[in-house]
């Protein structure tokens, strides 16, 4: 295999290879070795970086790295593993460059053998050419001295080495050379293993002894495929197991397997010692510790057999050996190995030992499994089948087909152990065994049979007289699951297992135990049926060793097992379909089509759930079988088969219920008729009628028979019920009455009356006629009448089951009746009868349960009977609707009703009953409306329904579904004319639709029907597909507990509706929804408002004849709803019809009755919200309020002062004004309309200023609002609409409530209404609301005859006139020439407002008006002697005279400043402060010309100076003391003035001290002024202001500090006395201080007080008194005074 030339090529370097590249080789495989992480990746990095041309050269270094001495341990492990990862793809190298190192005659590195040994193994099938090599410099390496640790490696290498041939062996045959032979492969081992067994077995190092065991068991698997050695390596087993006893005993079972796999292929002789031996080794380890077989005492068969060996081995003889040869005891001692828990592995691996053995030996195998077997230990057995079937399961290889007979043989010994453990341990291993792929030669019939035996194994076993407990039966249900799955593994395809069972397995599908087996059954059935397809025409009923069943019994079995729809029945069905060709020959056509229509069918079936139609399929399938079979002998045995199988079924099962349907098809398929008479007499006279499965027997059978036995079927049952009703004979009374006793009679009437009931559905239609009421409805009735007697006694029927029977059997024969083509020529004339005895059923039911179908099976009987002629009357129908309702409405909820059951069952059937009932009544509402489907039925109906609409969530839920049961029946059986409406549409849609946002989910649902059945009957066909989507998802959300998405569902479906939504009953839809609205279900409510404002919205325009109808409704409704939301939805309707009818809705609330309350209110501000909504109405109210009528009413009607009441439909327009604005939020809205709003508004507060609210029939005042409205103050109404409109647009702080001036509040007030005009004028032109329109439309007030508007309009102007823009424009002069005439008015508020506004168009536009302003002063003057406008004289002369020239005033200038002065002391605080500031301003205007004049006046006015700088009132203190400023410059000359200024402004004394020091000052300097300014200081005591008395006294007292009581005049004296005597009385505390404090002081300067001079009459005195306001001329000397003086 290799050559010299060869390896001198290779070992031989290139002396031409660059010695460069050699060092960047060993570089680069030197480094990756240092830190090699992955050998494979590292080989191909190297393969790829060196090339292919210098692959041998990076060999070769690695070879080279590997057998450093000096390398450390992990590298040469890492170059060696580099090397292995190489030799994937340069196997022949890396081989080559190994074995170079090998022969080199010398012990190579360790690593080289490792080396090799991992080649091997790894590449086992590539080693097989350079074995012979390796061996042959093995046996040479084997002469040298060598350490322990070279002597393991080549141990190793013998290992892999002898591994690799075996698995060569077990492989050759996917290598691509030829295979080699045993001699020349297995010959070159021999010596090496002497030299292994001979000397280092033997070695002390315990290393190289467990190296060379291991290498051991490959090598004895190499040398057994030669047959000379083959005798003496099987007999140095025992002796190789010993010693490998140092081993781990997992890896020696291995290694045995391996061996005895090598020895199964190779079939050298077992000696049967030898064998006993292998098989001791085995079981010892495989049985658990403690059992038996382990305990040598109780188990002597299975006991340390290991032997001496007698014989010489060939191949070597120890020295222990040779003891063996002289007669020395020795024994293998192999107890370790039995010594340790094995886990599952090692368990297979020794099983498969064993399984070697066994194909080895197979009739030792049998031998030694009976010998174990009869053992009667529980645990050995169940231990040995436990691990037997590990066995019969494997199928990796074609030989193990041998192992399973023996096996099997041998499992069959313990078929009669009867113990649970043993019974579930042979059925484990028969699963296996049927699992396998090959059961060839095996009992398996027998494995089979048991399983069915074990299945129906009785639980009483032999020895045994009590009954089974639970804990047995649960045992032996244990052992049924295991048949079952025994059978479910069962593998049909298996090697012979078609030919062990077929048809033997057919004996088990009939008999009745064998039921729950039945499924796994029926599926090997099929599939060996399919397997064997050649054999499987073969005669039922008879086979070679087994009495299979007839075709009958398995037609009988497998069909009515496919009633039932489950898995059985599908297997069953599947079975009779290929079972075809045995069942009869002329069936297999017929059934080739009608079984794969049956599956078809059978595949969309509920599973478990039999429905009618599926046996109705399979009857009908089972009656066309027997019509082609055509053999009346067969049909008979047929039936003989069913009845036969009766008792395979439960009473209640679905396949029993079938059987007798199959029973009766079958006689009815029969055509001998004494047959079938026999038949039926021997059913209905030997059935136990006690039993409710013999009672159907009976209905079933002849009812399925009368399909072809019509009348035999019927002459049985007359002549049996005939014998019912036989006189009674006496000795007859005493078992008759045992009969009644027991119940027995009457449940022979019920079967009876059930009979009549199903023959007439089955049978004939076209006999039935002539013979339903004589020969069935009468007869039901006899037999009613006969169940309702007791020896011929009448007693009242309290059977539940026989009611139930009389109105199931009127049931079927009415829709027998209705099923016959001339069904409506039939007229019954017991139809009343029928009918009285099933209403008199309805009422005996209670109705606090429902507990039997009695009320619901005659609600379907009379919903049948009713479309029997006679028809009913009208009256009838009532009764029948009237009674069904009381018997169902009034039942408990269905959680309620649920609560009584004591079962989940009883729940469900309750459910069940419930539904039916409702489902029924349904029916019955149809039947009823087929036949008179009339709009008076329909309104009939529903006010039937109508009462049950209660707070009871059960009885709404009811209502509703009855009212989907009515419009589901008119919708199917009204079809309205094109064009024709609906005529109930709008008030059944206003009466259902709020129940969709119901409480109840039940309600909410059908509700929703059935709006959807109200939108199919009035759109008819037009109903799109989007529609129906769109109602379908609002249905679907309607399951919701959300209350927005309810409300929103809800919504959805109107709008659905209000596209068919007919107009004319718009009127019928608000009445009858607005009933909902007010209703006590809030979330109804809420709905119905949704849908009230939904139809509106999509719906309202066309409404127009209708809608003062509309909202006269809505009007009436609104004071009865409180709620806020639902007052809401009222007031929304409205403004939703407003959008459509304005004109209308705005007339209807304009001319709402007086008093306007509330609720016209909340309507007004509803249409306010729209924005677009209330520019319409607020330019439509300003128009109201300017009606011309109006208007012209007030121009001709001269003073409105005489007009005290205020008109109603302005008045109502300006309220509605303030409602509107109230909620309006957009402001944009109102830059539009402001200036006629505006000029609105404040043409109506002028002209309802003073007038009293209107009446209205003696009804309450209007405009009750939440603000205070003062009585007879209308005014204040429209103040507050003005105040709406203009903080609307504005936020002004000046123009609210509180402050220093309230706007509002004056300009309600007649009295001040023209200075509020002129402050909100003011505030207007200053926010820049006032636009030329509005200044134009209020520019006529000016010149109108109502004095109101004329004052107002003056006002308005006053203010106005100060926009630059007027000033502009032409408009300011007839401005001035108005106010001009205005100001001689006789209204004195027009005067004050034309003073006013003179003086402002003085101030703010001088130039305009130079010619009048002479006359302008001159008015102003003038007005100073008008009481009434004086104030706004002197204030306006105040602002002008300083914009005035001298020339412009000229002499006016006197008369001004003296009748100024006269109002300088007025009591009028006003006129005052008004007084003594124009005093002030006079002061600064006057000119040189004036000056003398003015002087005098100052002199004449010092005393008021002086006192009204302490005026209680601020302001006009403050005025006076500004002015007394002013007029210091008069007093005297420069100096004096200067130093009075100063004085004023730096003096620390307070005022009354200040006033004080300049009066002394004064008086000092000019004695002469000291009676003069006494007297005009005494003239304040008179005062009607205590607290000017109190200034007054003070300064008199500064005053007589300066005189002597010479000084004064008798006069004044006599004066002062008499006041101080009267001030020292007041009960002003302060005043009677200063008077006494005066008093004091005179008494102490000049004693006691001076006695009057009597000579002084209190006349005279009174007519002396001082005038405190007369003006006397100034005296010059003041002007004297100096400043030295004033300061002394």
């Not at 005035?1444 to 009748?1459: A, G, N, R």
């Amino acid at each position: 295999m290799n050559s010299k030339g060869n390896d001198s090529t290779f070992f031989t370097m290139d002396p031409s290879l660059d010695l460069k590249l050699k060092k960047e080789i060993y570089g680069y495989i030197s480094f990756h070795l240092e830190c090699v992480q992955n050998a494979d990746q590292t080989a191909q990095d190297i393969a790829k970086t060196v090339g292919k041309l210098n692959i041998k050269l990076a060999i070769n270094i690695l070879a080279e790295e590997m057998q450093k001495e000096e390398a450390p341990e992990k590298t040469s492990t890492q170059a060696s593993m580099v090397l292995l990862s190489l030799a994937g793809s340069h196997f022949n190298d890396v081989m080559y460059e190994l074995q170079r190192n090998v022969k080199t005659g010398t012990l190579p590195h360790h690593m080289v053998f490792r080396t090799l040994g991992n080649l091997a193994s790894r590449y086992a099938l590539k080693c097989i050419p350079f074995l012979s090599l390796t061996f042959l410099y093995i046996r040479l390496m084997l002469k040298l001295p060598m350490i322990s640790h070279m002597k393991e490696e080549i141990c190793y290498v013998m290992e892999n080495f002898c591994t690799a041939i075996n698995y060569y062996y077990k492989n050759w045959r996917v290598c691509s050379f030829p295979r080699e032979a045993e001699s020349q492969l297995c010959s070159p081992v021999l010596p090496i293993y002497h030299r292994l067994i001979g000397d280092w077995l033997r070695d002390e190092e315990t290393k190289v002894k467990e190296a060379s065991v291991k290498a051991q068991w490959p090598m004895l698997g190499v040398l057994v495929r030669r047959r000379e050695q083959q005798e003496e390596i099987i007999r140095n087993i025992p002796k190789v197991l010993l010693d490998s006893k140092i081993l781990d005993s997992f890896f020696v079972a291995k290694m045995l397997s391996l061996f005895l796999d090598v020895c199964e292929e190779c079939k050298p002789h077992i000696p049967k010692k030898i064998f006993q031996t292998l098989c001791d080794f085995v079981f010892k380890q495989i049985l658990p510790v403690g059992t038996p077989v382990q305990q040598s005492k109780k188990s002597p068969k299975i006991v340390e057999r290991f032997f001496h060996h007698s014989q010489k081995p060939e191949i070597q003889t120890t020295a222990f050996e040779k003891k063996a040869e002289k007669g020395e005891s020795s024994t293998y001692d192999l107890s370790v190995y039995g010594e340790q828990q094995l886990c599952r592995d090692h368990c297979n691996i020794l099983m498969d030992s064993f399984g070697h053995l066994v194909s080895c030996c197979p009739a030792e195998a049998l031998d030694f499994l009976q010998t174990q077997m009869k053992e009667d230990a529980e645990e050995i057995r169940v231990e040995f089948l436990r691990n037997l079937k590990m066995i019969v399961g494997r199928d990796e290889q074609s030989s193990t087909k041998n192992r399973k007979k023996p096996i099997v043989e041998a499992v069959k010994c313990l078929m009669d152990d009867h113990r649970q453990t043993v019974r579930k341990a042979i059925l484990s291993f028969i699963k296996e065994l049927l699992r396998s792929q090959s059961v060839e030669g095996c009992a398996v019939w027998d494995m089979v049979a048991y399983i069915f035996q074990q299945f129906t194994v009785p639980f009483n076993q032999p020895g045994k007289d009590h009954l089974p407990n639970q804990k047995e039966r649960e045992k032996e249900e244990h052992i049924q699951e295991l048949c079952i799955d025994a059978l479910e593994q069962l593998n049909t395809s298996a090697e012979g297992m078609s030919k062990a069972l077929w048809p033997k397995l057919l004996l088990f599908v009939v008999p009745a135990p064998y039921t729950p087996t039945l499924v796994p059954l029926c599926r090997c059935l099929k599939e060996l049926a399919a397997i064997r397809q050649d054999e499987s025409i073969l005669f039922l009923g008879s086979c070679k060793g087994v009495n299979l069943p007839s075709a009958q019994g398995i037609m009988a079995r497998l069909l009515v097992l496919a009633s039932n729809p489950t898995q059985r029945g599908s297997w069953a069905l599947q079975l009779l379909h290929v079972l075809h060709s045995n069942i009869h020959s002329a069936v297999r056509k017929l059934w080739s089509k009608q079984i794969p229509c049956l599956w078809e069918f059978f595949q969309v079936e509920s599973p478990g759930v039999s429905s009618p139609e599926w046996q109705q399929k399979l009857l009908q399938f089972l009656r066309r079988s027997l019509e082609t079979i055509d053999d009346n002998t067969w049909s008979q045995n047929l039936s003989r088969e069913l009845e036969n199988q009766m008792t395979s079924y439960s009473d209640q099962s679905t396949e029993k219920s079938f059987l007798y349907k199959a029973l009766g098809v079958s006689l009815a398929s029969c055509d001998d008729l004494n047959f079938v008479q026999e038949q039926m007499q021997h059913l209905i006279k030997n059935a136990n009628y006690l039993e409710a499965s013999e009672r159907e027997k009976v209905i079933q059978v002849l009812s399925f028979s009368a399909v072809s036995h019509f009348d035999l079927t019927l002459a049985t049952l007359h002549a049996f019920g005939a014998e019912m009703g036989q006189k009674i004979q006496f000795l007859d009374i005493v078992s008759r009455y045992k009969d009644y006793q027991r119940g027995r009679r009457s449940h022979i009437h019920q079967t009876l009356m059930l009979t009549y009931g199903k023959v007439a559905a089955q049978g004939p239609k076209e006999l039935l006629l002539s013979r339903v009421e004589n020969g069935f409805l009468k007869r039901v009735l006899l037999h009613h009448q006969m169940s309702c007697q007791v020896l011929g006694v009448s007693i009242e029927i309290k059977d539940i089951n026989l009611k139930l029977a009389f109105v199931q059997s009127t049931i079927d024969i009415c829709q027998a009746i209705h099923q016959t083509k001339d069904f409506q020529n039939v007229k019954l004339s017991c139809k009343k009868e029928l009918l009285d005895i099933l209403l008199d059923f309805m009422k005996d039911e209670p109705l606090d349960s429902l507990e039997t179908p009695l009320r619901q099976k005659a609600i379907t009987a009379i919903a049948i009977l009713s479309k029997v002629k006679p028809l009913l009357s009208t009256e009838d129908i009532r009764t029948v609707l009237d009674e069904s309702i009381k018997s169902l409405f009034p039942l408990p909820p269905l959680e309620q009703l649920k609560e009584k059951a004591e079962t989940e069952k009883d729940v469900l059937d309750i459910e069940e009953l419930y539904t039916s009932s409702m489902d029924a009544f349904g029916d019955l509402l149809k039947s009823i409306i087929e036949e008179n489907p009339t709009s008076e039925l329909l309104d009939e109906m529903f006010q039937l329904i109508d009462p049950w609409f209660t707070e009871r969530e059960c009885s709404r839920e009811r209502a509703l579904q009855a009212s989907f049961q009515v419009l589901a029946a008119f919708q199917e059986n009204v079809h309205l004319p094109e064009g024709e409406n609906f005529p109930q549409f709008g008030s059944l849609v206003a009466f259902l639709a709020p129940y969709t946002c119901d409480r109840s989910i039940q309600c909410r649902q059908w509700a929703a029907q059935c709006i959807t059945c109200l939108m199919y009957i009035q759109a008819k066909s037009k109903v799109t597909y989007a529609e129906e989507e769109e109602m379908f998802s609002a249905y679907a959300e309607l399951q919701g507990d959300v209350s927005s998405d309810l409300f929103n569902a809800s919504t959805r479906m109107a709008k659905v509706i209000s596209v068919y939504f007919p107009s004319d009953q718009a009127l019928d839809f608000i009445e009858a929804i607005l009933e909902d609205l007010v209703s006590g279900n809030q979330m109804c409510a809420m709905a119905a408002g949704h849908w009230l404002l939904t139809i509106l919205q999509d719906c309202g325009d066309g409404m127009e004849a209708q809608i003062s109808a509309i909202l006269d409704v809505f009007y009436s409704r609104l004071p009865t709803i409180k709620q806020d939301d639902l007052r809401g939805v009222l007031v929304d309707a409205v403004s939703v019809v407003a959008h459509f009818h304005l004109d209308t809705v705005f007339n209807s609330l304009l001319c709402r009755r007086l008093p306007m309350d509330s609720e016209t209110g909340e309507l007004w501000r509803s249409l306010g919200q729209d924005p677009v909504l209330a520019l319409l109405i607020l330019h439509k109210l300003a128009v109201c309020i300017m009606q011309p009528s109006n208007f012209q009413a007030a121009s001709h009607s001269g003073s409105e002062e005489s007009e005290e009441v205020a008109e109603e439909e302005p008045l109502k327009a300006t309220c509605a004004i303030y409602e509107v604005l109230s909620v309006l939020e957009d402001e944009d809205v109102l830059q539009e309309l402001f200036p006629d709003l505006l000029y609105a508004l404040l043409w109506q507060v002028s002209k309802t200023l003073g007038q009293r609210m209107p009446f209205c029939g003696g009804r309450r005042r209007l405009f009750r609002r939440e603000q205070q409205v003062s009585e007879g103050n209308p005014c204040r109404l429209s103040v507050a609409s003005l105040k709406a409109l203009i903080l609307k647009v504005t936020s002004d702080p000046s123009l609210a409530e509180i402050g220093e001036v309230n706007v509002w509040a004056l300009l309600r007030d007649p009295e001040t209404h023209q200075k509020g005009v002129c402050v909100l004028t003011s505030r207007l032109f200053q926010n820049g609301l006032l636009t030329p329109k509005a200044i134009q439309n209020v520019l006529p007030w000016m010149n109108s005859e109502s004095e109101k508007l004329k004052l107002t309009g003056i006002a308005f102007f006053t203010e106005v006139i100060q926009d630059p823009m007027l000033r502009e424009r032409e408009q300011l002069r007839s401005i001035l020439t108005t106010l001009l005439q205005r100001a001689g008015d006789q209204h004195p508020g027009i005067r004050r407002m034309a003073l006013k506004g003179l003086g402002n168009i003085v101030l703010v536009a001088p130039d305009k008006v130079k010619k009048q302003k002479k006359t302008i002063v001159a008015i102003l003057l003038g007005a100073l002697y008008d009481a009434k406008v004086v104030l706004e004289s002197l204030e306006m002369l105040a602002l002008v005279l300083p914009r005035l020239k001298q020339k412009e005033v000229s002499f006016l200038f006197k008369d001004i400043t003296l009748k100024t002065t006269t109002y300088m002391s007025d009591d009028n605080t006003d006129l005052r402060k008004a007084a003594l500031h124009l005093f002030g301003v006079l002061a600064e205007w006057t000119k040189l010309r004036y000056k003398r004049f003015f002087i005098e006046q100052v002199r004449k006015s010092l005393v008021p100076l002086l006192i009204h700088q302490r005026d209680p009132s601020p302001k006009v203190s403050e005025a006076c003391r500004a002015t007394f400023l002013k007029c210091v410059q008069f007093l005297a000359k420069r100096k004096l003035r200067g130093y009075i200024e100063e004085l004023y402004r730096v003096t620390n004394l307070n005022l009354p001290n200040l006033q004080g020091h300049i009066c002394v000052q004064v008086i000092n300097a000019h004695p002469e002024l000291r009676g003069e300014l006494l007297r005009r200081t005494a003239g304040y005591f008179q005062s009607s202001w205590e607290e000017l008395q109190t200034r007054a006294l003070e300064l008199t007292g500064v005053m007589l500090e300066s005189m002597q009581v010479t000084d004064l005049d008798q006069a004044t004296w006599e004066f002062l006395l008499k006041s101080l005597e009267t001030f020292q009385k007041s009960s002003n505390q302060d005043l009677q201080e200063v008077a006494a404090d005066l008093v004091t002081y005179i008494s102490k300067k000049w004693g006691e007080l001076p006695e009057r001079k009597e000579t002084l009459s209190r006349e005279s005195i009174n007519n002396q008194e001082i005038d405190p306001y007369c003006v006397t001329q100034p005296d010059t000397t003041l002007e004297g005074l100096s400043t030295q003086s004033l300061h002394k």
